[in-house]
């Protein structure tokens, strides 16, 4: 089941529209959204390349991809136990300057959202009907467990579009 949009904040449809796939298990497993292939394809002379002064860097960008993916799926697991407390957005700004990815080695970022992945997929396909329909509040607006799937899922596809559009 495709998720309710009237359920997810219009900010999220962007995310949302970017999976075809109208089963969340599909969604995962689908060959249309490797973005580790992509990933692995990308050249060590672009790892620390910018399109423009102020943007991040494609780590960066890799980097901000994990740690939504962490914040979403972290969400889907409080509402996913019937957790009712309203959860406070994050600041991607703030993560991405404080990330240090710089520092870090492409091949263990690509190891890093691999299993983080996969971990998301393993825990999205445990769960029942009930609690892909559990909802909460998260960063001030209404959002379900199955919708924050689909989310971090488009998400990761957005980014990749930008990547090949602006940096490679």
């Known amino acids: ?98 990330s240090k990815a710089s520092a870090r080695q492409w091949s263990d970022l690509v190891d890093e959202f691999k299993h983080l992945r996969r971990s998301s997929e393993i825990f999205f396909n445990s769960l029942d009907e009930d609690q892909l329909e559990a909802g909460g509040i998260s960063s001030g607006h209404p959002i379900y467990v199955r919708a924050l799937g689909y989310i971090l899922i488009g998400h990761a596809l957005h980014h990749q579009k930008i990547l090949v559009e602006r940096y490679l």
């Open 1 to 98: 089941m495709y998720p309710d949009l009237s359920r997810a904040g219009e900010w999220y449809h962007g995310y949302i529209k970017m999976v075809p796939q109208d089963d969340i298990k599909a969604a995962f497993s689908s060959k249309d959204n490797n973005l580790i292939a992509f990933l692995d394809s990308i050249p060590e002379s672009k790892h620390d390349y910018r399109y423009a002064e102020g943007k991040w860097t494609i780590k960066e960008v890799l980097l901000h991809i994990i740690d939504a993916e962490r914040v979403f799926a972290y969400r889907a697991l409080r509402f996913a136990r019937k957790d009712q407390t309203p959860l406070p957005g994050f600041d991607e700004n703030l993560f991405a300057e404080n």
